[in-house]
């Protein structure tokens, strides 16, 4: 596609249930970043996906949270157990190393309210 | 520790007039800086990108500012329009990784009329 597509736009779950929110980066994209947004606040870094290399996880505030990226195109990050504390917006973003330079093309986000 | 501080947290101008952001960094070893606008309930989009030897660089009402020196830049914006308003967030890229981006938590930029 034309862009970055994120899927669901918004998502409302109960504490305790588990929740998957997709990315599906612009076609050819090497690079898929994944962050969180607190309302008001700035982007945090969850975890970066660059071709075949093993994914940089550094960013993942606790073990409940994972991502897999399949075939180097879209990308699932899971929340497992909720908890309220998870709730953010999800962005995710694709780039490409062509340019050298940090280009990154950001879907709209996922939603995510924990109640 | 790299860091990135933008200043102020928000701002509150009229319809017309200009304004200046700020972007302080401590990111070592440097590679680039972007500046991105993020609309309410939209994902960032990339306005600018500045690399070590550009001083300046401008988009439309938009002029970014880099001081490589005293690891600052300003984001300048001409004859504010109301779709000005959003948050604008500055990116920096250190050398030796493509994952090495540490964004600044943004100014939130409010346009009156």
């Known amino acids: 596609g034309a862009g970055v597509s994120q899927s669901p736009s918004n998502k409302v779950t109960e504490k305790g249930k588990d929740v998957e929110l997709r990315c599906d980066p612009i076609?050819?994209?090497?690079?898929l970043y994944w962050y969180r947004q607190s309302l008001g606040q700035g982007l945090e870094f969850l975890i970066y996906?660059?071709?075949?290399?093993?994914?940089?996880k550094s960013g993942l505030p606790s073990d409940r949270f994972s991502a897999e990226r399949t075939g180097g195109s879209v990308s699932t990050l899971t929340i497992q157990r909720t908890q309220q504390e998870d709730s953010a917006v999800y962005l995710c973003?694709?780039?490409?190393?062509?340019?050298?330079?940090?280009?990154?093309?950001f879907g709209a986000g996922s939603r995510l309210t924990v109640l | 520790k790299n860091q990135v501080e933008q200043s102020p947290q928000s701002l509150i101008i009229l319809e017309g007039k200009n304004c200046t952001l700020q972007c302080n960094y401590t990111v070592s070893p440097f590679s680039n800086l972007r500046w991105y606008k993020q609309d309410t309930g939209r994902g960032p989009v990339s306005l600018t990108i500045m690399t070590f030897s550009e001083n300046t660089k401008s988009n439309g009402r938009y002029t970014a500012t880099l001081d490589a020196d005293t690891k600052q830049s300003s984001l300048h914006i001409t004859a504010s329009q109301l779709s000005d308003s959003a948050s604008y967030i500055c990116?920096?890229?250190?050398?030796?990784?493509?994952?090495?981006?540490?964004f600044g938590a943004g100014t939130r930029l409010a346009v009156h009329p």
């Open positions: 973003a694709s780039g490409t190393l062509a340019s050298g330079a940090n280009v990154l093309t």
């Open positions: 996906f660059q071709g075949n290399s093993a994914p940089d």
């Open positions: 076609s050819g994209h090497t690079a």
């Open positions: 990116v920096v890229r250190a050398s030796g990784g493509y994952n090495k981006l540490i």
